[in-house]
C-alpha cells in the first residue's frame, strides 16, 4: 500500500527558534501534499496544500510566513514553522494524494511539536 | 463553520457488538471519507464512498451515504478491543480540489 512517513516524530524547541518537518512519500510519487494540525482530542485542520513546483495554497488563517511550505520534488515536502511559540505546540500531520486511486489520501504518522 | 458533525462524541460498547457512528455535512460533495486514528497517531483511510454510491462495504466496514439528508453511517460489526480508536468522516467538498474537510471525530471505546 502508499506509504507516507514524516520526521522527526517528535520535536522539542525553544520559543523562537524554527523547526522543520518532511513529509515523503515512500513508494509513489505525489504532485499534491497537504498539511493538517490537530490540538489535543480536537480534529484535524487543514493548514495548506503543498502542490509539487508551485507555491503552496493556504487555508484563511494561516500565516504563510509563519509556515513555510516547500514541496521541492513529488515525494517530499517540508513544513517549516518560523519564530515557534508555545501557541504552535500541536500535532502536525501530513497526506499524500495518491494519483489514479479515486481521491484517496494517505497520511503520515503525525508530528509532535512542542515549543516550550 | 464546522463541515462535519459526528455523533456520538464518544461511544462505549462491548467486545462483539456494533458500533454506529453519523457523519452530517452541509454542502454538495464528490465523496465522503472516513479514518481511523490511534491516540497520538497518524490517520488510517478505511473507506471511500462516492455521492453517486449509496451503500460500500469492507470487511467488517460498512458505510453508507444520503446526500439528500447529507449523512453519512459507519458501521462497524463484531467489533474488537482493537477497533478502540477515533473515527472521524471527511468530506471532498464539489470543486475543492481534494481538500477534505474532517468531522469532529467519535472516540470508541471497545471493552472486553
Known amino acids: 500500500g502508499a506509504v507516507v512517513s514524516q520526521h522527526p516524530s517528535r520535536v522539542i524547541c525553544k520559543s523562537g527558534t524554527s523547526v522543520k518537518i518532511e513529509c515523503r512519500s515512500l513508494?509513489?510519487?505525489?504532485?499534491?501534499m497537504f498539511w493538517y494540525r490537530q490540538f489535543p482530542k480536537q480534529s484535524l485542520m487543514l493548514m495548506a496544500t503543498s502542490n509539487e513546483g508551485s507555491k503552496a495554497t493556504y487555508e484563511q488563517g494561516v500565516e504563510k510566513d509563519k509556515f513555510l511550505i516547500n514541496h521541492a520534488s513529488l515525494t517530499l515536502s517540508t513544513l517549516t514553522v518560523t519564530s515557534a511559540h508555545p501557541e504552535d505546540s500541536s500535532f502536525y500531520i501530513c497526506?499524500?494524494?495518491?494519483?489514479?486511486?479515486?481521491?484517496?489520501?494517505?497520511f503520515g504518522p503525525g508530528t509532535r511539536l512542542t515549543v516550550l | 463553520s464546522q463541515q462535519g458533525e459526528e455523533d456520538p462524541q464518544a461511544l462505549s460498547i462491548q467486545e462483539g457488538e456494533n458500533a454506529t457512528m453519523n457523519c452530517s455535512y452541509k454542502?454538495?460533495?464528490?465523496?465522503l471519507q472516513w479514518y481511523r486514528q490511534n491516540s497520538g497517531r497518524g490517520l488510517v483511510h478505511l473507506i471511500l464512498?462516492?455521492?453517486?454510491?449509496r451503500e460500500k462495504h469492507s470487511g467488517r466496514l460498512r458505510v453508507t451515504l444520503d446526500t439528500s439528508k447529507k449523512s453519512s453511517s459507519l458501521l462497524i460489526t463484531a467489533s474488537r478491543a482493537a477497533d478502540t480508536a477515533s473515527y472521524f468522516c471527511?468530506?471532498?467538498?464539489?470543486?475543492?480540489?481534494?481538500?477534505?474537510?474532517f468531522g469532529t471525530g467519535t472516540q470508541l471505546k471497545v471493552e472486553l
Open positions: 454542502t454538495s460533495i464528490n465523496n
Open positions: 471527511a468530506t471532498d467538498l464539489t470543486g475543492g480540489g481534494n481538500k477534505l474537510t
Open positions: 497526506s499524500a494524494l495518491l494519483p489514479g486511486s479515486s481521491d484517496t489520501q494517505y
Open positions: 464512498i462516492r455521492s453517486n454510491e
Open positions: 513508494d509513489f510519487q505525489a504532485t499534491t
